[in-house]
């Protein structure tokens, strides 16, 4: 099984610099606080999507505070970035494939 990563990029910074972006932009506190509630909706979304299409997946997920990185089957990837859920990686990324396959066969 041929694997790929790829990484979820969530609409999300911090919430007061993204609720405070709202209002500089000269919204209303409610309308400022609406839109935020429908950005929360689309990452919640996203994540949703992104753990459906890995049930019963191998998959692995690496997370810093700025980025998270899943590899899965190639295919599940493939389509979960046609969908908007995940954005291929900068192309200076070096992924090895086979490094994952040897963790994933130590586990068994």
């Known amino acids: 099984?041929?694997?790929?990563?790829?990484?979820?990029?969530?609409?999300?910074?911090?919430v007061g610099d993204d609720i405070g972006?709202?209002?500089?932009?000269?919204?209303t506190v409610v309308a400022a606080l609406e839109d935020y509630a429908a950005t929360l909706d689309e990452?919640?979304?996203?994540?949703?999507?992104?753990?459906?299409a890995l049930r019963g997946q191998p998959c692995e997920v690496n997370a810093d505070v700025h980025f998270v990185d899943v590899t899965a089957p190639?295919?599940?990837?493939?389509?979960?970035?046609?969908?908007?859920?995940?954005?291929?990686?900068p192309p200076d990324e070096d992924f090895d494939?086979?490094?994952?396959?040897?963790?994933?066969?130590?586990?068994?």
């Open 43 to 52: 990452a919640a979304r996203q994540v949703r999507e992104l753990a459906a």
């Open 21 to 27: 972006a709202r209002l500089h932009e000269g919204r």
């Open 74 to 89: 190639e295919e599940v990837i493939d389509q979960l970035i046609a969908d908007g859920v995940l954005t291929e990686p």
């Open 1 to 14: 099984m041929e694997m790929k990563h790829a990484e979820l990029n969530l609409p999300l910074f911090k």
């Open 97 to 108: 494939a086979a490094e994952f396959d040897d963790e994933e066969e130590g586990e068994s």
